[in-house]
């Protein structure tokens, strides 16, 4: 069930009344409910996790992180506001996590996706505490940058970041409440005949941005199989394509299947800016989604200018550098 903005802000403000008490030794409940102890402020971490590595980078840890994810170089992120990232070892994915590469890297704290809870367990035997983060709405996406700046004595710009992202939410939200929502579809990375179903994070990125996912009644955590016929049924005013995704928009626009599709026949097909982040993933910035959609669809409520300063203002206070304007 997605939670209103109401709760993402009575979450914020629980979370910043525990921040303030945090001393170690410290025991947090992670998103996984475990109970994980750390003993003194961290100065060794490990992500294996994207949205967890940009999440640290956004809280300034880039200093003490000792080992990512796999595939680093492939995060602009990275490469424009942390870029001593890319050099550090490698400790594998979500499918294939590498234990011994992370124990070669003595950490004192590991950040791992809910998915690699066994990874955790097998960490915490050799007495290294793994936090599991599933930041898969707002308000879980405030809670997760709660518990890691908490963990890693943060706690003050983890607050001041929770609440830029819901002040940014709420901005963009008031602006929009009176426009008349279309209805919209979030196509996959892999190819447009996929879609995020209503279970999906990148569902509330339409709801955020004023529109209605088309394909809300549809179950599942991941990425939903769509055929032709069905993709005209749903027949959305709207196509949003995401910014890892292996296809362009005039792919789309361009395929005979589709000509009759409502979204393709008025050219509403968004493509999301690429240079940065996948905006339609729960990390810090994917409120930039919302925002860059919102700007797309109701230009006159919620103006490109705001959008453009909202971005810009997130990456230089949170990750150090200006965007480009020309690639927002």
Request: with cysteine.
């Amino acid at each position: 069930m997605k939670k209103g903005l109401s709760v993402v802000l009575a979450l914020l403000l629980m979370v910043c009344a525990s921040l303030a008490l945090a001393e170690y030794p410290l025991t947090l409940t992670d998103q996984a409910g475990r109970e994980v102890t750390i003993e003194s402020r961290p100065e060794r971490i490990v992500s294996g996790y994207y949205i967890s590595t940009s999440a640290c980078i956004a809280l300034g840890l880039q200093a003490r992180m000792v080992a990512v994810e796999a595939k680093a170089d492939t995060r602009n992120i990275y490469t424009l506001a942390a870029p001593e990232l890319l050099e550090l070892p490698s400790v594998g994915t979500a499918k294939a996590f590498d234990l011994e590469a992370c124990l070669a890297t003595e950490p004192e704290l590991v950040i791992l996706p809910k998915r690699l809870a066994d990874a955790a367990d097998a960490l915490a035997e050799f007495g290294i505490p793994a936090l599991l983060v599933n930041p898969e709405d707002d308000a879980l996406l405030l809670e997760m940058i709660g518990l890691i700046g908490a963990a890693a004595d943060e706690q003050a710009r983890a607050e001041a970041l929770s609440a830029d992202i819901a002040a940014l939410l709420a901005d963009c939200q008031a602006a929009t409440q009176g426009e008349e929502k279309p209805t919209a579809l979030v196509l996959g990375n892999s190819d447009y005949l996929r879609c995020a179903p209503g279970d999906m994070f990148q569902s509330t990125l339409l709801e955020k941005a004023g529109a209605v996912n088309a394909a809300a009644e549809m179950t599942g955590a991941d990425w939903a199989a769509l055929s032709y016929e069905e993709l005209l049924a749903l027949d959305p005013q709207v196509l949003v394509i995401p910014a890892e995704a292996a296809y362009s928009a005039q792919d789309v626009l361009s395929d005979p299947e589709l000509s009759a599709l409502t979204a393709v026949k008025n050219g509403a097909v968004y493509a999301m800016p690429t240079a940065f982040e996948a905006w339609d993933s729960p990390a810090p910035s994917g409120v930039l989604g919302a925002l860059w959609l919102a700007s797309e669809l109701h230009p006159d409520a919620y103006p490109r200018e705001a959008y453009v300063e909202a971005a810009t203002a997130l990456y230089e206070t949170y990750y150090g550098f200006t965007p480009d304007e020309a690639l927002l």
